[in-house]
């Protein structure tokens, strides 16, 4: 017995310590895993340049890569070209006639008046003379013709002025507020699709891997650089059905691994609802074949995907992983 007292025999082989060991065995096995952001560009092309490369950080909004972006620019360059056509002739039929126009009018009507006014004094004289029977009905009748002409090209003159200063119909107003809107909403998608061809980080993270080289070809939606986010790392672990009492999100962990400095910890974040068997990537030979329960918990600390990781409640850790 080495010295034991019964007693504390029992209660090691109780809570599971190996008898004379230096501490509990771990409440589970498992390992590190990060979930990459993969980026990718929707439309294919030729990687144009290489922002970052593997094992970088960088910080949310960095420029990563670009896919050739010719056509592209090309195809937002006419759009916006579209766009400034569409909104002159919206402000054109907003308006009313140009000054010029409204110029020439105007001398319509001058000479409109001047007309009027020879032709009422021609009227004028033809009535006093036909009314002392110098002159015959017929000239007086055609003075009258002049001066019914006259006036109404006069008043011809004064409404195309009004008009000239009126804006375009309602209908047509609407239709060119359409096109306008049509137009916007184009060289959006353009401004998207040259964004998109140039992706910039959407979080910082460690460039995990670059997948081409500038000068290849990317096909669309093919990931060009694999980020990881930190708050995207977890551990993940498969404790036993017995083991499962009082573990519940939020539930803190000591963690152990080879080569990590003491003191590691995590917090239980998410609980599977249905048993499973141990996964063939923990090789623990007392976990094999046993019906357990994934558990995912964030660490405390920076850890390295891929990583194995024994955890134990605070309370029960071993000796020397003390914080």
């Not at 980026?39 to 144009?48: K, M, V």
């Not at 499973?276 to 007392?286: A, C, D, K, L, R």
């Amino acid at each position: 017995m080495s010295g034991f007292p019964d007693w504390l025999a029992a209660l090691a082989l109780a809570v599971g310590l190996p008898f004379g060991g230096a501490g509990p065995p771990p409440l589970a096995h498992g390992y590190v895993e990060g979930e990459y952001l993969r980026i990718a560009a929707p439309s294919a092309g030729t990687l144009e340049s290489l922002s970052v490369g593997r094992g970088a950080q960088v910080a949310a909004g960095t420029p990563l890569f670009a896919i050739d972006r010719a056509t592209a620019r090309a195809e937002r360059d006419r759009l916006a070209a579209a766009l400034a056509q569409a909104r002159a002739q919206q402000a054109d039929l907003a308006t009313g006639k140009r000054p010029q126009e409204v110029a020439v009018l105007a001398a319509q009507k001058a000479r409109a008046e001047a007309a009027l006014r020879y032709s009422s004094a021609e009227l004028a004289r033809q009535r006093e003379l036909v009314a002392r029977r110098v002159s015959s009905p017929d000239k007086l009748d055609q003075a009258l013709a002049a001066y019914d002409r006259d006036r109404g090209q006069l008043a011809e003159a004064e409404a195309q002025l009004d008009v000239a200063a009126l804006a375009a119909r309602p209908e047509q107003r609407r239709a060119a507020d359409e096109v306008v809107t049509q137009a916007e909403a184009a060289l959006v998608q353009a401004d998207r699709r040259l964004a998109d061809l140039a992706p910039a980080a959407p979080v910082a993270g460690l460039v995990e891997d670059t997948l081409y080289n500038p000068g290849e070809w990317v096909p669309a939606g093919s990931p060009v650089v694999s980020l990881l986010p930190p708050e995207r790392v977890k551990l993940v672990l498969f404790v036993a059905e017995t083991a499962m009492a009082g573990l519940v999100p939020g539930t803190e962990l000591a963690v152990r691994c080879d080569g990590c400095p003491p003191g590691l910890s995590a917090r239980v974040t998410r609980i599977a609802s249905q048993a499973e068997y141990t996964p063939p990537v923990i090789y623990s030979v007392g976990s094999r074949e046993k019906l357990v329960f994934r558990v995912e918990a964030a660490p405390g600390q920076p850890l390295n995907p891929g990583l194995p990781v024994d955890v134990w409640p605070v309370d029960l850790q071993p000796v020397g992983m003390d914080r």
